[in-house]
């Protein structure tokens, strides 16, 4: 017998909790887009605080573009096909990968004791 978990509070959270259980893959593409539009709002309000001219004014346009880039390529792919990206990445270059990961490792670890 299956036991269903109903919250009557209406709590967001709670909602979001049992529609990622009942369907995972549409719960996964529903926060790909919400990331995504986040990541669009972060790198327009970065183009906006930035310099028009000049070299600041050069790379801040090119980081909101990536940043821009990558969102779209999120909301249109999900965050399966990035990781299907990654794995496929580090297969190709395993050895670079592992330093990629011992490296975030360590930065990690630099900013929880700060």
Partial sequence: MEHQNTDSTGNPAASAIQDARRDPKAAADQAARRVGDTLKSAAEHLRE?????????????????????????LQDQGFGRMIDDVVAMARRYPLQAIFVGLGCGYLLSRLRRD
Avoid: E, F, T, Y
Wanted: proline share 4%; glycine share 20%.
């Fill in 49 to 73: 605080q930035m310099p028009d001219g000049g070299i600041a004014g050069h790379v801040a346009d090119a980081v909101s573009g990536g940043i821009k880039q990558a969102a779209i390529r």
